[in-house]
């Protein structure tokens, strides 16, 4: 178990204008489970790979349990890694899949047999070991390649993406099996994707990142409620932050803080404001209100969520009166879009 | 009924038999035809100056079976060919490792080590002939030079060396195609795949062995297949550089028909001997496809 | 393992690649830059056992070059050799396409044995078939001249052309043919308009190959075509370079250069492609 930082680390590709990791900084914790987070593009994919070495940084350092690894090749790195597509020996068998790299480590047949049966118990696949990659199915290719990545006894897991194969409904319990796998490992993990609910899931802290650059390193709570810049607030939540504005700032509330009046309890700073409904999207769950609002600024287009338990009946075409907690709402200057101290409205 | 007619060439019924005629009737005249005429005559007494047509049922083949000569053919065209593929797979896979890393001037190089397979084969074989002549020989020059013989070694002259020669020069021109042929089949491999193995800890050794040569197998084998197609029916490289000889001692199925059949009139019998390729060559095609059924992995 | 070792081991391996790239090269070139040189060689330098074939001892001449282009009748081979060329590349695209698109599109109950029919007619070669062809190419009267290759070098073709561009059609989605039937084209409007344009590349490889066939074809060339004036290169420059017995090793270098570096420029240049079509082949055929 390690830590990973990364020190001013940037990488350039040949014919890119713009760098793909640019001037980044990070540390994780011992044990962390760390997310990055971000739409494609934004480098998170070339940071891990600049993480296991199989890219090389353009300028600064990256260090694992406190080590430089500049000109170490992955394999002297104790790093597991699972990409996207599991990477999956195609001609071996699960078994000879997870014992490969323990055979690159020069372990005797009886270690491996007794760590391959430890890790195959740990990820319930040992009933799956003689059968060849193309003869099981997304989930259970998942679990061979994380037990190909547990096997080497790592300081430090890289995780790629890997629920994207997965089909949605999959997805979740995918989720679950590798919440419980980190737990019972306890090992610092990297871990990559665009999806901010798996972030939200699985992170003990989520790294925003877009365009080369972390925006902002947080917990799930924080970077969901105090989000540190226009970029963060309107990636993380679905539908995005509610962004309004007025004068010099830029005013965002999340769609589940607009909620009709009578619902909420308003504190010191709320604010009442009419609010035209146009279209109720029913999904079960929850109603997405879509509508304009006038009030705050300039009439804006803005969704507005309630939860299926809040059963108010909202008379669509007409003007009914919403209110926002002052507590809830978040300001952002308008040249960068980063947070700015509370005003009241 | 006439907007029936006007979308007859929509029927793809009636496209696809038309689209394929012409070549099917170019095949059949030209391949199919000559094919089974080659069979009749192997039956018969056909030669040149006599063309009248006999049947002679299998009288040629066992005439043909117990010539020494033939047997010297059969046995030097499977030898050959062994050989040169042995050698052109191992060279082949190196040198294919060796191209997908970067190097300077590599541009340079590769259009060097094309050059053998994309210059025409009888020319080769004539650059070939005046490296391998028995008076001025570049190469006995240079062994001359650094004293490890003292005359000429007689490449063409003698019998083991000329078979040597033979297999050299295909060798050397089947390697670049060869090495093409397993680049793209390394190209195939998913590049995570090698990261993953970088990762698991595979030194260079253990990858290629492990991951590398398995995965490329199934390219592989059909590289093979072309090579040895192209080295067992090829007939320019033994006809510039020996005629066959010396005495019969580099003489080829193909060389051997030529020599029978349109230089010593005997179509029967030379149509006999060349038609002992068919079979052989649908034996090593059979092989190796069905190894590359087995192997399909991906 | 610290990062100064793994540094050094990969210096090594680039010692070992370079030493690899360097053997691969002089392997293969060493004829040729040795062909070279010998082009023009004087008589008195290259016949002589002692001196170094490597350098030019006497100064170098362009007398046996201009012998070739003068003295011999290479200007006529390569003439044959351009005519027979864009013959047989005229003949190989009218068939093949039309085939290939046949086999890779319309779904014909017979369309896979169809399949391996091609790969058969490749396992019956030139070297079998020459024998009972002789008697076929007199009775057309196409005996001794040019026009018999004009006319048998499709056969070679064809079927390697056929699987290659198969290869290639399947590669190319079916929803824009589909889109332009529904615009209004017929099947065969379709693939006019929109499946051959996207085949360039393909046919290019096509070109190549049959191009370059007609210059290094040897069997049918040396079996059929004895006259000296309707020779192709790849029979004329080994038989007819001689006189007597004595070759005319310098000029024969001389011309063995000239062909095959402007054919390796160009394989050089479509290689990318004509490798893609041909591993595709090899993969869905």
Known sequence: MAIVEVRHLTKQFEGNATPAV???????????????????????????????????????????GGLPMVGLPPRARKIAMVFQSYALYPHKSARRNIEFPLKAARMDPEERAKKVAWAAELLGITRLLDRRPRHLSGGERQ????????????????????????????????????????????????????????????????????????????????VYHDPADTFVATFLGSPPMNMVRRDDVLVGFRPESLLPKGVVQPDDGAVTIPFHVHRVENLG????????????????????????????????????????????????????????????? | MKDRRRYLFDRDGVLAPLMLLPSVVYIVALVAVPFFLAIAYSLSDVTVGDPSFDYVGLRNFRAVLKDPVFRRSLTNSLFITAVTMVLVLVLGKILALVLTRDFRFKWVVRFLILLPWTTPVPLAAIAWLWMLDSLFSPIDWTLRWLGLIDGNLH?????????????????????????????????????????????DGAGFWRKLFEVTIPMSLPVTAV??????????????????????????????????????????????????????????????AVLILRSVRKMEVM | MDAGSWRRRRRWGRVGLYAMVVGFTLFAAFPFLWGFITAFKQDQDLYNRDNNPFIFNIEPTLQHVRLL???????????????????????????????????????????????????????????????????????????????????????????VSVWLLMGFFKGIPKDIEEQAMVDGYSRLGAFVRTVLPLSFPGMVAVVVFSATLSASEFIYALAFVSQTSQKTISVGVPTELVRGDVFFWQSLQAATLLVAIPIALVFNAFLKRFIAGFTMGAVKG
């Open chain 2, 223 to 284: 590289a093979t297949l072309f090579g040895a197609v192209l080295v067992f029916t090829d007939m320019s490289v033994v006809f510039v550089l020996t005629r066959g000889g010396p005495v019969d001692a580099t003489q080829i199925l193909p060389t051997w028909a030529f020599f029978r059949g349109i230089a010593g009139g005997d179509l029967a019998q030379g149509a006999a001997v060349a038609l002992f390729l068919f079979p052989l060559l649908l034996a090593m």
């Open chain 1, 22 to 64: 640019d001037d980044l900084d990070l540390a994780t914790t011992e044990g962390e489970y760390l997310v990055l987070l971000g739409p494609s593009g934004c480098g998170k994919t070339t940071l891990l790979r600049l993480i296991a070495g199989l890219e090389q940084p353009t300028s600064g350092e990256v260090l694992i």
């Open chain 2, 155 to 199: 490449w063409l002259g003698n019998s083991e060396l000329a078979v040597v020669s033979v297999i050299a020069v295909q060798v050397w021109r089947i390697v670049p195609l060869a090495a093409v042929i397993i680049m793209a089949g390394l190209a195939a491999i998913p590049q995570d795949i090698n990261d993953a193995a970088e990762v």
């Open chain 3, 69 to 159: 282009f003068e003295g011999t009748a290479f200007n006529t081979f390569v003439v044959n050799t351009l005519v027979v060329a864009v013959l047989v590349v005229a003949i190989t695209l009218a068939a093949s396409l039309p085939a290939a698109y046949s086999l890779a599109r319309l779904n014909l109950r017979w369309g896979g044995a169809m399949a391996i029919a091609i790969f058969l007619v490749y396992l019956i070669p030139p070297s079998l078939l020459f024998i009972s062809l002789s008697r076929v190419v007199s009775y057309l009267g196409l005996q001794d001249s040019r026009w018999a290759l004009v006319v048998l070098y499709p056969t070679i073709t064809i079927p």
């Open chain 1, 285 to 345: 769950s929850e109603r997405h209100l879509v509508g304009t609002l006038s009030g705050i600024g300039p009439e804006t287009r803005v969704i507005a969520m309630l939860p299926s338990t809040v059963s108010v009946d909202i008379p669509i075409d007409e003007t009914s009166e919403f209110v926002i907690r002052g507590a809830d709402l978040r300001f952002f200057d308008t040249d960068a879009g980063l947070r700015t101290e509370r005003r009241r409205l």
């Open chain 1, 143 to 222: 679990r061979v390649a994380l037990a190909r990545a547990l096997v080497r006894e790592p300081d430090v897991f890289l995780l790629d993406e890997p629920l994207s194969n997965l089909d949605a409904k999959l997805r979740a319990a995918a989720r679950d099996d590798l919440k419980q796998f980190q737990d019972r490992v306890g090992t610092t993990t990297v871990y990559v994707t665009h999806d901010q609910v798996e972030a939200m899931g699985l992170g003990d802290r989520i790294a925003v990142m877009s365009e080369g650059r972390i925006r902002q390193l947080g917990t799930p709570h924080d």
